[in-house]
């Protein structure tokens, strides 16, 4: 793989066995319309997010489907990603994370998990987590911005079974919150990167790129 030339070569060595897994399957039940296909920048939300995920150095991109998944897969462009059909996203996201996990591409030693409706989260972000996941050697890495703590998250091989083992929308948080697991906190800078729940946070968002 190609990696960008603006990561060193302590990276290129640690990006090859690292996967990108971007949980996009959901209902929108909030917002009332599907998120992953609001006009955002001349496509839609998801394919910014997707292409903020193309250019960080990770060895295999996974995306997961779901709410809309036909209109997704007309309108989005999937190119590069590993497509996860996740049959039980009204069960809520860990239910994704389960699906993905079965086509994670065997080696691999760990996985950052990124939101479909996140499409700011910055590239040397991404880069530093896995490299804190590698130096570290921590079971789970979370950044932590000025205003709490926030995607991406790094989860290492040794979580794998754990993670396949999930149920619910808020799964994840707890297993973070557990106390059962080495987790390290990365500082981030600024604030967490906004996502979209509600039309407030779609109109915020299109407010600060306009």
Partial sequence: MML???FNAKYRVR???????IIAAGSSRRLGQPKQLLPYKGATLLDATLQMARQAPFAQRLVTIGGAAPEVREQVDLDGFTIVDSVHHTDGCSSSIVSALQLVTTGTDGVVLLLGDQPHVATAVIAQIIEAGADEKADIVVCH???GVGH???FGRSMFAKLSELHGDKAIWKLIESGQYDVHEMRAPGSVPLDVDTWEDYEQLLATNS
């Fill in 145 to 147: 911005y000025d205003d």
């Fill in 15 to 21: 990006m090859a066995i690292t996967a990108g897994l």
């Fill in 152 to 154: 991406p998250f790094w």
């Fill in 4 to 6: 960008p030339t603006s």
